[in-house]
Each structure stands twice: as C-alpha cells, then as structure tokens.
C-alpha cells in the first residue's frame, strides 16, 4: 500500500465530473454512491456481497464505533477494515451529526460537544482532536472535521454562528489530522451555513483556504426541499477547486443523486438503499415498488429484469410472501438488489458523462421513476 490519496478528473459533461480518487486501499470510480455501514456492517448485507454489488467504498460511523465497540478496542484488534472484513476504502464521518440527532442531552461550547450516549447515559466529550483521534484508531481512508450539524430550520445568526464554529473546529481538525495520520489517509472538510448562500459561500471559501484533500457539503437533505438542497449544492461547487473530490453528505434518492451529480458532485452516502430494504421497498429501473403491495402476490415476473443483480432475479411474488411472512431474507434480498442498484446507477452515470450524454440519462431516469413504481396510498393485504 504505497499510493499516496489523489483525485483525477478523467471527463466532463457541463459540470457533471467523472473521475478516480486513488488511495492505498484501493480506486473509487466516481461518481460514486457509498453504501453505509453504520456500526460496521452494511446492515443485512455481506461484505463480499457489497463488493460484488459493484461499492469501491463504504461509510462507516465515528460515533457508534466509539459508543461501541470502542475505537480502542477496534485499534487492538487490527483495524475497521480487517476487523469488518472489507478490503476497500472507508469513508467516515465525524460523528457531529449523530451526536446531535441521538444523544439523550449535548452541550455545544468552543471545546466540543459535551453529551450523553443513547446506549447507557454515561457522558462523552467529543472535541475535534478526539474525533480526529477515533477516526485514526479506526484506520479510516478519508476521515471528515468535526462540525455542528445546523439544525433546520435555523434563522441567519445562528446559522452563521453555528459555521463560525465549524470553520473554527476544521482548523483543530487539520491540526490533529497532521500529527495523527497515517500516510495516503485524507482529510475532508465540510461546507455548512444552512439555506444562506452568502454563509455557503463564505464557509466554502474560507475551507478552501485552510486547505483539505476534500470537500463535502453538508446540513442539507433535513427538511429544506429539494430545489433550496440543490441550489446550496450549486453555489457551493461554484467556489470549491476542479482537483479536490465533493461530497454531498446524506443523499439520497436517484433524482436527488443525478440532479447534485449536473451541479458538480462526486461523493453520496445514504442509508435510503438498506433502510427502503428493510421496509419491503424496491429501487428498479421500473420505479420504486413495495413488495406488501398485494398487486405482487401472484406476479411471477423477476424484482428486476434490467438487473444483473442475482437478488433481483427472485419473482415479485416469492418477494412479497417474504416480506408479508417477516421473514429475514426478504431484508436481506432487497437491500442487496437496492444496493446493487445505486451501484449501476453511477456506473451508468459515469459512462453518460464520459459520452456527453448525462443529460439525457438523468431525464430518462427521471421520466421512468414518474411514470412507474407503486403510489404512495398502494392498497396492502
């Protein structure tokens, strides 16, 4: 393992990018969607079966692997990667949002987030340098700042504050990434200011000053609407440098992923392909079905015949008796044909870019997933 983290920009259509980051571990083509693996597992998944899926790279969580099993003991035992069995790149977050979103009781101040685990009570202080610290005994690829999640809706103060505070936070961040890193690992800052484009743009520039081997775009995807989402994505792509890889934290649905992809987007995670498995939803290149749907108990047609996915050869029938019957493969198929999805999903959308024919793809797309699926009120039984 001797690559040293480097990003290429291989093609361009408009400002959708198709490109490789190269890191000791492994190349992630982009675009690329990251499968996320929470409390290290892709949940009801395989790692083999998340490789086979087509992931160059998962995300794993800083604050449930620190609650649990401790990021220490993950350090003794060899690492994230050999102790979850995944070879490739891991990607992961600070553990900022969790800590905002899950703990019983946090207290924001200039050192860090004081708060309480949602697993016992017992209270943690996460700082900058500890986040930094705990991604480091992880052995994480590329490693995020810890920031404050602006909590939406959040008026100009204090949304500015709160970035303020980020800003001030990512410097730390750097600091303790310089003294604690392995080489080829990366550092990623995040652009936050809320729904204020004055406050994106002034977080983005002033990230790119301090300088980092990324840049991702978070606070965004909580409740603010597609088209706000997409035009903060835009203003902050505008001002973030052609060499670094971007990442749009939390996203999300196809529409959502090839609309961020125009604007200039490399990097997604989400939880939507797993969670919508576990909840007996389907992504296909038919649309998004529900497989309680009685329409599909006597259908013998496969999940998904533009697939090559093997879960998507199941019938829609077998599928539905599963999932009506609660029974474990039924999660298990689903996550794995979603997953495998998103997978063709930028792989496709990197072979449109590379032909200057996104455009059309991402309408397509588009046009397939209204005009199909199943409605929201599908009649059950």
């Known amino acids: 393992m001797t690559r040293e983290f480097c990003f290429t920009l291989k093609a361009r259509d408009g400002k959708a990018r198709q490109g490789e980051i190269t890191m000791p571990r492994g190349v992630v083509r982009t675009p690329a969607f990251m499968p996320v693996g929470t409390a290290a597992t892709v949940k009801a998944m395989l790692p083999e079966t998340v490789e086979a899926a087509g992931a160059d790279i998962i995300l794993a969580n800083t604050y449930h692997l620190m609650l649990r099993p401790g990021a220490e003991r993950i350090a003794r035992l060899g690492g994230l990667h050999d102790f979850m069995h995944w070879d490739g790149p891991i990607l992961t977050d600070s553990g900022g949002f969790q800590v905002m979103s899950l703990a019983k009781l946090r207290r924001i101040e200039e050192q860090g987030v004081t708060f309480q685990s949602h697993l016992d009570g017992a209270t943690h202080l996460l700082t900058p340098e500890r986040a930094i610290e705990v991604q480091c005994l992880l052995g994480a690829d590329i490693q995020m700042v810890l920031d404050e999640c602006t909590p939406f809706p959040a008026s100009r103060e204090q949304a500015a504050s709160s970035m303020e505070l980020s800003l001030r936070w990512a410097e730390r961040s750097k600091r303790a990434f310089q003294s604690l890193a392995a080489p080829g690992q990366a550092l990623f800052g995040i652009v936050?200011?809320?729904?204020?484009?004055?406050?994106?743009?002034?977080?983005?520039?002033?990230?790119?000053?301090?300088?980092?081997?990324?840049?991702?775009?978070?606070?965004?995807?909580v409740g603010e609407g597609q088209d706000t989402m997409l035009d903060m994505v835009a203003v902050a792509t505008a001002l973030?440098?052609?060499?670094?890889?971007?990442?749009?934290?939390?996203?999300?649905?196809?529409?959502?992923m090839l609309a961020a992809i125009a604007r200039g987007i490399d990097m997604f995670d989400c939880v939507m392909p797993t969670r919508s498995g576990r909840h007996c939803q389907a992504f296909t290149w038919d649309g998004r079905l529900n497989l309680r749907n009685a329409r599909y108990a006597?259908?013998?047609?496969?999940?998904?015949?533009?697939?090559?996915?093997?879960?998507?050869?199941?019938?829609?029938?077998?599928?539905?008796?599963?999932?009506?019957?609660?029974?474990?493969?039924?999660?298990?198929?689903?996550?794995?044909?979603?997953?495998?999805?998103?997978?063709d999903l930028t792989a496709k959308a990197r072979e449109a870019i590379q032909t200057e024919a996104f455009a059309a793809f991402a309408e397509d797309v588009k046009r397939r997933y209204a005009a199909s699926g199943d409605p929201d009120d599908a009649v059950e039984i």
């Open 240 to 256: 973030l440098p052609e060499d670094r890889p971007r990442y749009l934290m939390g996203v999300g649905t196809p529409d959502d």
């Open 192 to 221: 936050q200011g809320s729904v204020y484009p004055d406050l994106r743009e002034r977080s983005a520039a002033a990230l790119v000053r301090q300088g980092f081997d990324g840049y991702a775009v978070g606070g965004l995807a």
């Open 298 to 343: 006597d259908d013998p047609s496969p999940l998904d015949a533009a697939s090559s996915c093997p879960a998507a050869a199941y019938s829609r029938a077998y599928l539905h008796h599963l999932v009506r019957s609660g029974e474990i493969l039924g999660a298990m198929l689903l996550s794995w044909a979603n997953v495998h999805f998103y997978q």
